[in-house]
């Protein structure tokens, strides 16, 4: 059975924060990087193996691939997901439901500035599709916080609970 440490929201992927912040704190084995470019992408999978350290197994998926891969109930690892945007997590979170594969919380660590996203924290930008896939990860019973390290103290995306 798949323990699964965190699933992580962050555009960026794999950097050094998930590295030496995340994988100390966590202790988990595999990193699982659910994204369809990256998963299309061999320079991007090249450059996100090279971010990872050796004692680290890397899976880059498709979203798809990824889904499949979870949902195997013989695999025995503890792994930290990641995804670069919230479709990605829902997909994810709505797939692990229908399996009864529990996840407690997702992390929102980074969502990169753009002119159509509006600034809610100092490094998550938001739009109207973000803040209804959080919703409805919530509504799931998954708690959705941003923390971008470890060491922060969690915020609640929706303070009004």
């Given at each position: 059975?798949?323990?699964?440490?965190?699933?992580?929201?962050?555009?960026?992927?794999?950097?050094?924060?998930i590295i030496t912040k995340w994988l100390s704190n966590l202790k988990f084995d595999t990193i699982i990087v659910a994204d369809d470019k990256a998963a299309n992408d061999p320079l991007e999978k090249t450059l996100l193996q090279m971010a990872t350290p050796n004692k680290i197994d890397l899976k880059v998926f498709s979203i798809d691939q990824a889904i499949k891969f979870l949902t195997d109930k013989t695999q025995n690892l503890k792994a930290f997901i990641l995804v670069r945007n919230t479709n990605a997590a829902l997909k994810i979170v709505e797939k692990l439901t229908e399996a009864n594969i529990r996840l407690e919380l997702v992390n929102v660590g980074n969502i990169s500035m753009n002119p159509n996203k509006k600034k809610i924290f100092k490094a998550v930008w938001v739009d109207d599709q973000d803040i209804e896939n959080l919703k409805k990860i919530e509504a799931l019973g998954i708690k959705t916080i941003v923390q971008v390290i470890p060491e922060e103290k969690p915020i609640p995306f929706f303070n009004d609970k």
């Open positions: 059975m798949i323990d699964i440490a965190l699933l992580r929201i962050d555009d960026r992927l794999i950097h050094g924060q």
